[in-house]
C-alpha cells in the first residue's frame, strides 16, 4: 500500500463542494445498504450544506478523482471525526487509515471520538484497530442504531 499525498479541500469553493457530496453519495449508499434504510440522514446533505460547513476538509486523489476524503472539527483538544468516506472503487486500499493517521497528526488531540452505525462493521473495525474503543450505543429518531467510539492519547 503506497502513502498518496493528503491535501486540504477547499470546501467553500462550489466545484469542490461538488465533488465531495458526489463522493459521499457514493460512500454513504453502501452504509445505507449495510444499515438497511433508504432514507439514510448522511445522504440528504447538500452540496450547498457542504460548502457551507465549518468543518475542515481533507482528501486523498488518485489522478483526477476524489478517493477518500475525512471530514473534522477540533476544539479543546477533541478532534471529532464528522465524516470518512472512501469511494466504493478505493475499499481496502487503506486509505481510511492513512486519512485518520493524518489528522491525528496533524493535530496532535488529547482524544478523538467518531459516531456511527452500529451496522456498519468494517468502520467500527477499521476504528478499534486504530486504538478507538466503543463507550456507547443509541438509536436514534431516524431509526437507526449508532455507536460511538474514542480514542485517548493514554489509550
Known amino acids: 500500500m503506497k502513502a498518496l499525498k493528503i491535501q486540504v479541500l477547499k470546501h467553500h469553493d462550489i466545484d469542490t463542494a461538488l465533488v465531495l457530496w458526489q463522493l459521499f453519495q457514493r460512500s454513504y449508499k453502501v452504509e445505507a445498504d449495510l444499515v438497511g434504510v433508504s432514507d439514510f440522514p448522511p445522504l440528504q446533505r447538500s452540496s450547498e450544506a457542504i460548502q457551507k460547513s465549518d468543518t475542515l476538509f481533507y482528501g486523498i486523489w488518485e489522478k483526477e478523482r476524489l478517493a477518500a476524503a475525512i ?65 456507547d450505543q443509541w438509536m436514534t429518531s431516524f431509526h437507526i442504531e449508532k455507536v460511538k467510539l474514542v480514542k485517548t492519547k493514554n489509550s
Not at 104 to 121: H, I, K, L, R
Open 71 to 135: 471530514e473534522v472539527s477540533f476544539k479543546n483538544e477533541l478532534l471529532d471525526v464528522c465524516s470518512l468516506v472512501i469511494d466504493p472503487d478505493f475499499f481496502r486500499q487503506g486509505l481510511a487509515r492513512q486519512l485518520l493517521d493524518f489528522v491525528e497528526d496533524e493535530f496532535n488531540p488529547q482524544s478523538c471520538e467518531v459516531e456511527t452505525a452500529s451496522a456498519n462493521m468494517p468502520a467500527i473495525k477499521l476504528y478499534q484497530k486504530q486504538g478507538y474503543v466503543l463507550i
